[in-house]
């Protein structure tokens, strides 16, 4: 039987008597039998059924995908404060994907000391943004009352709404804002740019972070 096409490479080989190595770049993944946790599975089930519409649920999603680094000095170290880090769920608003409310399930591994300094961090860094963050401890089931409790008002909302919450600026974004220059973006604490809208000209101000901030201001 004649042997298959190995290829000219295959052919060099088999000149020399030597066999093939292992392809080098071969990487070692390998997809995870469980992506949640029993807990989070079983938590997400319920989740799913309270939320509805409603909501568009998120599980394990990366800070770095969620905050951005309003100032320009010490970015980097900043970054570098949420990498590797992530909220079990975060709620989302089922139209735009605006991020509305984190949650954090906390199981026995949260008792730690070094894990209570990470949880304490995470939620300075929702305060900072202005974004709800509940805990709630986990079990092997929830019922629909608990979870419905949990949430408390963004229940309430309709499809397509956001919540409404009150954006907090770090004290060390806080500036004075200067008599004739542009003014702070009300969600980072920096001096806002002049900006021109390119269907009809009109000229305003919208913040430097654009486009990971999208607040404007008119300009007079």
């Given amino acids: ?22 392809n080098p770049e071969a ?12 807990a989070e599975l079983s938590f997400y089930g319920v ?9 568009v649920i998120c599980p394990k999603v990366s800070l770095g995908d969620i905050f951005f680094v309003a100032t320009k000095e010490g970015t980097q170290a900043y970054r570098n404060k949420i990498d590797r880090k992530h909220v079990d769920f975060l709620l989302c608003d089922p139209q735009t994907l ?24 995470v939620e300075a860094v929702f305060e900072a943004a202005g974004l709800p963050i509940i805990r ?26 956001q919540v409404s919450v009150r954006r907090t600026i770090a004290p060390a974004l806080q500036q004075p804002s200067a008599p004739a220059g542009p ?16 269907k009809d000209g009109t000229r305003f101000y919208g913040c430097s972070n654009y486009p ?5 201001a008119p300009m007079k």
């Fill in 27 to 38: 990487l070692p993944y390998r997809t995870r039998d469980h992506f949640l946790s029993r």
């Fill in 212 to 216: 990971k901030c999208m607040e404007t």
């Fill in 1 to 22: 039987m004649p042997q298959e096409n190995q290829g000219c490479l295959g052919f060099l080989y088999s000149l020399i008597g030597r066999t093939p190595e292992p």
């Fill in 98 to 121: 605006s991020p509305i409310m984190g949650i954090e399930l906390d199981d026995a591994s949260h008792q730690r000391e070094a894990r209570q300094e990470r949880d304490a961090f």
């Fill in 136 to 161: 709630m401890p986990a079990q092997s089931s929830y019922t629909k009352e608990e979870v419905s409790s949990l949430l408390g008002d963004a229940l309430s909302l309709s499809p397509g709404r």
């Fill in 47 to 55: 989740l799913r059924l309270v939320v509805a519409e409603r909501m």
């Fill in 183 to 198: 003014p702070l973006c009300p969600k980072c604490g920096i001096p806002m740019v002049p900006r021109k809208a390119r």
